[in-house]
């Protein structure tokens, strides 16, 4: 009975072959309710990606370096209807003279070079599936985006953190110390990506501490960012959407200002997405807004 | 370029490297019109907007070169000329009749021999030292990596790129100095030093000797990638003495250069490559004469992969037979004859065993006392094997259908057509059958035979699939694994084998191990589609890996059976069987079986 509770809630099928009967017999835990309560989204029959975004200057810059993009669509498939969802957060590197030329180049060329792969598929009724695979599209992509800024913008960097979903498959593109995340209802939270800095290297090579890590000098420095090097080698990765759960992506004016048990809790408290990304941006403006803040939240319903 | 003629003497005639700050040119010199003289022009742009900057550019190359004409080393090409055309410098250098290193290593297929590397180690230190004994100052090298060291027609390492082209480049804040991935921890704080120069050597053998490039990982990786757990080959004293050059503090590595070459020169004794006695140095770890358990002969080569069930194991060979034998110790119990080879793994469901032949027949058999129950004609030979689910046999045959059998009928509720034969094993997940075929075409066919999805491969399937919750896995002979998402066929990614492939991965953690025609085991990460090693026997791996417990095991045609430690490829042991292996291997209670085409089924300690 409960099952079906949750295989309604959650629009799951049931499924044959789940071998994890001993979880679902337990009574609920209190997460567990609020969860559910939190969770009191309608159902769809269908899929159903939605997403909403923030972004502020913050308290202390002039300039806007980040840039921000959020598009959700639907995709026809050789097996009906699916959900399509770009994410894409860039933040200009501080102190360069193009910083905001370069993370709005970056998106640009991200999104036009994935955009160009499925235009036939989201504007056409395109069938059988591609040569291509999602990492192949996201790897040429951020490729294209790096020829695209040491052509426009020369000198200058940018970070980028890019998440293309497809039915439940996020695909994430990701250089620089802009985060993704994954944020559950039960309050926990997994950065889903690792930053390109050298303050995060030297941490997990344990040559500082975290405490040591927050005043560390060189904390801005990056060892990979679009625009920059020779050889640009992305983390590229697929992982499945968290169900119930909500993708985040960030640049670090969110996640270096505001603790992570507080963005959980304004992510999961909030009544509607929109709600949470601003609740998002204020929570980082009301800590001293050092820098831009750029935040976008998606979700994957039914 | 080519045909221009710079300052009336130097004639373009090619591209030969193109770089941060510019390209590099071959040209002859016009001064010497009745020879061919060669030289290299190395052009560098100079972009600062501001003149005062540019002007202070051009003097501090112009220091530079002039220091540089005043060096004298074999392994150091010799200055001829330098010369600014408007906002370009231009450098003139010998021409290195060579390849650089970084093109070796990215042509060679497999790994550079030890010896090879350690005689350019050697050189490398040789020059290092003179450049850091320079006086009245010490010249840093500072940008030690494959590109800039050529070895040239002697086989002898020519140091070019003299990091000149540094001046060039005004101090980018909030990015890292210098070439990532070769350099050491200090550099990045901007000190250059006699020993930043020795972690780059380091960092330059390792690539090297492992074909991993350490601009592509994460920076000060290496002690978490010591060069023996991606080639083998590699000895414990070479390793130690990288580990050294490559410590994250100066003062544990080595002092000096001159101290780094002494320790190689150990490393060449030890090994026995001072005196070039040995043309290769492999010292792999032989399995201690391995005994097999036992042994028992058929009565012809044995393709397939066996199945255990209650102390009893079961295999077919191309005797025709599918054979009972006690799994503890080798007794025949008994033997079925179809009326051709048997290569497909037997399923066994409810007391019985289903297997295909190439007698065309899906047989079931009774495990206990090998009777035959009932027989499936299709109207092709059978490679594939059956997958029992849903009360039915799903099998593929040679005629071009997917059969799904009935068990408690014996006849066929549903064929599925396909564009070819199919040989590859059905593979059922979340409601789905999923089957290749041999035109490339792929299906996911639900339980009333209906088609799902496809996808198209650019060759053959013949791999079967393996999956989880998100993903599905099969390879191709197009050479290539496969990554799709189970539910709509779209592919995640696709991993590029050296050669085709129709060996069936498998799974554990985040990996997924799979063999190709290439001789290699490759185990890929199953996120990011990146290798994480490959291990490489001496022919074609067509058989599935297996994992049990921390251990690998896999058959290759080389006839030999491996045992490698899953996350690293480390050779635990092999068994050499005296025909090929083109099965996969089954382990169960601490021991493996395999059969060979040396009509022989073995069983070993695990
Ligand atoms: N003297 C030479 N003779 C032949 N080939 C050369 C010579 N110098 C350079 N090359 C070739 O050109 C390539 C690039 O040269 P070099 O490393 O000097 O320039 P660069 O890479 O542009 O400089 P930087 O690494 O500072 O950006 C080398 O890897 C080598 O293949
Ligand atoms: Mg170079």
């Given at each position: 009975m409960l099952k079906k509770f949750f295989d309604w809630l959650f629009g799951r099928k049931p499924s044959p072959e789940k071998t994890q009967d001993v979880t679902q017999t337990a009574p609920l835990t209190e997460e567990q309710i609020q969860a559910i309560v939190n969770n009191q989204n309608p159902h769809f029959d269908l899929q159903q990606l939605i997403a909403s975004c923030g972004q502020s200057v913050g308290k202390q810059r002039e300039l806007n370096e980040d840039s921000l993009l959020a598009l959700t669509a639907t995709m026809a498939g050789n097996s009906g209807n699916l959900p399509f969802g770009l994410y894409i957060v860039a933040d200009g590197m501080?102190?360069?003279?193009f910083g905001e030329v370069a993370s709005n180049a970056a998106i640009r060329a991200v999104a036009g070079h994935i955009l160009k792969k499925f235009h036939p598929y989201l504007f056409q009724v395109k069938t059988d599936t591609m040569d291509e695979s999602f990492q192949e599209i996201m790897l040429e992509a951020v490729r294209d985006a790096q020829r695209i800024i040491q052509r426009e913008a020369p000198g200058s960097g940018t970070t980028l953190t890019a998440a293309l979903v497809i039915g439940q498959q996020v695909t994430v593109a990701h250089v620089g110390d802009s985060r993704a995340y994954f944020v559950f209802p039960d309050g926990r939270i997994d950065p889903i990506t690792r930053d390109h800095s050298l303050v995060k290297r030297l941490e997990e090579l344990g040559h500082i501490t975290p405490e040591e890590a927050v005043n560390?000098?060189?904390?801005?420095?990056?060892y990979r960012a679009l625009g920059q090097g020779e050889l640009l080698d992305p983390d590229i990765f697929t992982i499945a959407f968290p169900q119930p759960g909500y993708l985040m992506i960030c640049s670090d004016g969110l996640w270096g200002v505001v603790a992570e048990q507080d963005i959980v809790r304004s992510v999961v408290d909030a009544p509607s997405l929109q709600r949470a990304c601003q609740n998002l941006v204020s929570a980082a403006n009301a800590a001293g807004g050092p820098d831009n803040i750029s935040v976008i939240l998606a979700q994957l319903i039914g | 370029m080519a045909g221009v003629t710079l300052v009336n003497r130097y004639s373009i005639q090619d591209v030969i490297g193109v770089g941060g700050m510019g390209s590099v040119y071959r040209a002859r010199d016009m001064h010497f019109p009745n020879v061919t003289k060669l030289v290299a022009v190395k052009e560098m742009i100079n972009s600062a907007p501001d003149p005062l900057v540019r002007q202070t550019i051009v003097q501090n190359f112009e220091r530079e070169a002039n220091l540089l004409a005043t060096l004298n080393h074999p392994s150091i090409p010799r200055i001829n000329d330098y010369f600014s055309l408007d906002s370009r410098s231009y450098l003139v250098l010998d021409f290195v009749h060579g390849k650089d290193m970084e093109a070796i290593i990215s042509d060679t297929n497999g790994f550079l021999p030890e010896e090879q590397v350690l005689g350019w180690a050697v050189e490398l230190c040789d020059v290092l030292e003179y450049l850091h004994r320079h006086k009245p100052d010490p010249i840093i090298f500072r940008d030690m990596k494959p590109s800039n060291v050529m070895i040239n027609s002697n086989g002898d390492i020519v140091l070019v790129d003299f990091g000149i082209a540094k001046t060039f480049q005004t101090g980018i804040k909030g990015t890292m100095i210098g070439t990532e991935g070769y350099s050491p921890p200090e550099q990045y704080r901007g000190e250059a030093t006699p020993s930043a120069d020795i972690y780059a050597l380091g960092a330059t053998i390792h690539h090297a000797l492992t074909r991993r490039d350490p601009r592509l990982e994460p920076p000060f990786s290496f002690a978490e990638r010591p060069l023996r757990r991606i080639n083998t080959a590699v000895s414990t004293e070479l390793e130690a003495v990288v580990a050294r050059a490559l410590e994250y503090n100066p003062e544990s590595r080595f002092p000096t250069a001159a101290d780094m070459k002494q320790a190689l020169l150990g490393v060449a004794k030890k090994t026995g490559a001072l005196g070039r006695m040995k043309t290769q140095t492999t010292p792999i770890t032989q399995a201690g004469g391995i005994k097999p358990l036992w042994a028992f002969k058929c009565e012809d080569e044995v393709r397939g992969t066996p199945t255990i069930h209650q102390g009893a194991l079961y295999i077919g060979s191309y005797d025709n037979n599918l054979y009972a034998l006690n799994a503890a110790d080798g007794k025949f119990q008994w033997k079925y004859p179809a009326d051709g080879g048997i290569v497909s793994r037997p399923a066994l469901y409810d007391g019985n065993i289903y297997f295909g032949s190439e007698d065309k027949r899906l047989h079931v058999v009774s495990a206990r006392s090998g009777k035959v129950v009932w027989t499936y004609y299709t109207e092709g030979p059978i490679r594939s094997s059956p997958r029992i689910a849903e009360g039915h046999a799903f099998i593929g045959s040679d005629d071009g259908y997917l059969h799904a059998v009935n068990l408690n009928s014996g006849r066929a509720s549903w064929r599925f057509e396909a564009a070819d034969a199919v040989r590859s094993t059905p593979f059922v997940m979340n409601d789905l059958v999923y089957i290749g075929c041999e035109t490339g075409d792929y299906y996911a066919v639900d339980y009333r035979g209906e088609l799902k999805w496809r996808f198209h491969a650019k060759r053959a399937i013949t791999s079967s699939t393996v999956g989880s919750a998100n993903t599905i896995y099969f390879t191709s002979v197009d050479a290539t694994l496969y990554a799709l998402d189970?539910?709509?066929?779209?592919?995640?990614w696709r991993f590029r084998l050296g050669k085709p492939s129709i060996s069936t991965p498998c799974i554990i953690d985040d990996f997924v191990f799979v063999g190709a025609a290439d001789g290699f085991i490759y185990a890929v990460d199953a996120r990011n589609s990146k290798e994480v090693w490959r291990y490489r026997t001496?022919?074609?791996?067509?058989g599935s890996p297996v994992i049990y417990k921390d251990s690998l095991y896999c058959g290759s045609v080389d006839g030999n059976l491996y045992c490698l430690e899953?996350?690293?490829?480390?050779?635990?042991w092999k068994f050499a069987t005296q025909g090929a292996i083109t099965g996969s291997p089954l382990v169960y209670d601490d021991i493996v079986y395999v059969g060979s085409t040396d009509h022989q089924v073995y069983a070993l300690l695990a």
């Open positions: 501080g102190g360069h003279q560390y000098p060189h904390r801005n420095v990056l | 189970p539910k709509n066929g779209w592919p995640l001496e022919h074609q791996v067509n899953y996350r690293t490829g480390r050779l635990r």
